[in-house]
């Protein structure tokens, strides 16, 4: 019988081959020394059926949706419950620093590396570069435990995995570097599972994604090697095997980084030029992030890839109402990972990357590369954020304290952060146009009970009234705790508060409206020096809209849309997701698909008590009230 496109695939897994691999298929979880991979059987699922196919992601494999459809086995080669001949089934063994604190043995306790398949060189990995090896490595996300499960079942639910089936896409179509999600299965196999640790358990429908990138490997492959921790008393699954670490480190060099192999052949240069070049893309990456809202939420070293791409999609969030303190993991109390801070994490993950490579790499050489980190992140993010104002023909002194300026105008108003900067390819450098842009932004800002809430202290109370009865009792230790950035943040939301709860709703508005036409005023005189540079104010003007809108996303995957599209699938409809899929695959462009609505109004209650909540929600609209009640963890 003739080969269907699945089982045509070229496989050469040269993972397996370069790297030691466990080949025990001992049952349950267990510590995997001296070894970079372990061998597995996927676990079939129950009646699978296909939720989603991304089209554009299937087509890195040389695949078609018409080819996989009418394949009878399709659905059980996406979910692992079926080998694709010439897959080698395994897990990744890796370590990591979770919410700073060494975590021993992590490993991939629900993924399955599938293998290796061979496409040919110049296929893009990521927008602006190239997958130099020509070859993506598959897995299936979901498929059942590996030793690294840790107790667990080793299977991911249809909610979760269709936030990343779904983000994957969206971030690939936004520009940024991502892995990407070629397909997303679901069945009628069914696990308990509490999603806010709350104890209330509820059956959720077993479900699998395909993973496509160069490589998974991560930071965290490299700590596998790391001795005793002094703080948590754990140790790396092969501490002290620098031969593998170096048999490690010359396979990803050698296969993703053939440039730097190519032009060092003394060892600690290329492997110092290696760690710049991982630092760059994650400079690059972090300000690729902020400059779209998006918050990882989980940003510890086991879930940074070593190429630079956007890696494993848990509690992810694209910020509505700007917020520097956003954080879209609500496990995350401490707030590491939040908004503001992942520029900084991502630094600090890359002292632990330079830490797990040790005697690979000059100590003097690694600290000269981190010290460079926060200029070049600053330098890409200013670069962005440029082109979303539609500055391109000068770069000011001034055009930092100008995106600060916005920043903060921004968080006092509460505007959306992506709907304002689409906003603002309103505003003209020659009409004098500016105040119908400020009203329509006044209009995505939020609301006084919002900005209320927003303005909550987020320190302990106990220690915030400790902090506020020095201030009455001892002035000048309290000047000496006031001037701490986090004392500082709280005191600074109280004065918010305290001004909030002595105004209307429509003196918030004129403040509001005031706030923006006063930083248009700004923006349009900045706009005005850019036209000095041409003869044709005009062409200058419609060459930065065009810029603007292609800069700028009309749409993201907020919460309240991928929450919709679970419900929905949730009740077996899965049009809702395939629906999304195809408005984030364009998310610069105002098509006709944007005027489709979201299928349900509100996943927590059936009636609201607000008229303006009782119609659908179109997908580029500021969010609804409602939005706010969506929790991940």
């Avoid at 063994?93 to 293998?115: E, R």
């Avoid at 003097?364 to 962005?384: C, M, P, R, W």
């Avoid at 195809?582 to 489709?596: A, N, T, V, W």
Wanted: proline share 5%.
């Amino acid at each position: 019988m003739a080969q269907t496109p699945l089982e045509s695939l070229k496989f050469n897994n040269v993972a397996l081959k370069a790297l030691p691999v466990d080949s025990s298929l001992e049952p349950g979880s267990r510590i995997v020394e001296a070894a970079c991979f372990s061998r597995v059987h996927p676990q079939p699922l129950l009646n699978p059926s296909i939720v989603a196919l991304s089209e554009q992601a299937l087509g890195l494999l040389g695949l078609n949706l018409d080819g996989v459809l009418k394949d009878p086995h399709a659905v059980e080669y996406l979910s692992g419950s079926r080998c694709i001949p010439g897959s080698e089934p395994a897990a990744h063994c890796y370590s990591g620093h979770q919410f700073g604190q060494f975590g021993g043995q992590l490993g991939d306790g629900a993924v399955c590396y599938l293998g290796e398949v061979e496409t040919g060189h110049g296929k893009a990995s990521v927008p602006g570069s190239m997958n130099p090896c020509g070859r993506w490595e598959i897995q299936v996300k979901g498929a059942g435990p590996t030793p690294y499960s840790r107790g667990s079942d080793g299977r991911k639910v249809l909610r979760s995995s269709i936030r990343e089936f779904l983000c994957s896409e969206a971030m690939f179509a936004l520009g940024i570097p991502t892995t990407r999600a070629g397909s997303l299965v679901t069945s009628d196999l069914f696990v308990q599972r509490d999603e806010f640790n709350s104890g209330n358990l509820k059956s959720e429908r077993c479900s699998v994604v395909l993973r496509i990138a160069p490589t998974f490997i991560r930071f965290g492959s490299f700590e596998i090697f790391l001795p005793v921790d002094d703080l948590t008393g754990r140790q790396g699954p092969s501490a002290g095997r620098t031969d593998i670490r170096a048999q490690l480190l010359d396979y990803v060099i050698e296969t993703f980084f053939p440039d730097v192999q190519g032009r060092h052949s003394e060892r600690h240069e290329r492997n110092a030029a290696f760690f710049r070049e991982v630092a760059v893309r994650t400079a690059k990456l972090c300000a690729q992030w902020q400059s779209v809202g998006f918050c990882h939420g989980v940003l510890n070293t086991d879930n940074m890839s070593i190429l630079g791409l956007t890696i494993d999609y848990g509690p992810f969030g694209f910020m509505d109402r700007f917020d520097p303190e956003f954080v879209c993991n609500v496990s995350d109390k401490r707030r590491r990972y939040s908004y503001e801070a992942q520029p900084y994490v991502c630094r600090w993950n890359l002292v632990r990357l330079a830490e797990a490579l040790g005697s690979e790499i000059k100590p003097a050489s690694a600290g000269a590369i981190l010290d460079e980190f926060t200029s070049i992140y600053e330098d890409f993010y200013l670069s962005i954020m440029r082109r979303k104002l539609g500055l391109l023909r000068k770069q000011e002194a001034e055009d930092e304290a100008l995106v600060a300026d916005l920043l903060k105008t921004m968080h006092i108003t509460g505007a959306d952060f992506t709907n304002t900067f689409r906003l603002l390819s309103g505003v003209s450098s020659t009409t004098g146009e500016g105040d119908s842009v400020a009203e329509l932004i006044r209009d995505q800002c939020a609301s006084l009970e919002e900005l209320k809430m927003a303005n909550h202290p987020t320190m302990e109370p106990g220690e915030l009234e400790s902090i506020l009865f020095m201030a009455e009792t001892n002035p000048g230790m309290f000047s000496f705790v006031a001037n701490k950035p986090e004392v500082a943040k709280q005191l600074e939301k109280i004065g918010r508060l305290r001004e909030l709860l002595t105004i209307s709703e429509e003196e918030l508005k004129t403040k509001q409206r005031e706030h923006w036409e006063s930083w248009i005023k700004q923006y349009r005189k900045r706009l005005a020096r850019e036209c000095d540079v041409t003869a044709d104010p005009d062409a200058a003007d419609q060459e930065r809209v065009q810029c603007m809108n292609s800069t700028n996303p009309a749409v993201v995957l907020r919460n309240y849309i991928a929450q919709n599209a679970i419900e929905a699938a949730e009740r077996g409809d899965f049009s809702e997701v395939q629906r999304v899929l195809k408005i984030l695959e364009s998310p610069y462009s105002f098509g006709m698909d944007l005027e489709r609505h979201s299928g349900r109004i509100n996943p927590k209650q059936e009636v609201m008590e607000n008229t303006d909540e009782t119609h659908q929600i179109p997908y580029d609209s500021k969010p609804p009230a409602w939005a706010t009640s969506i929790f991940v963890t």
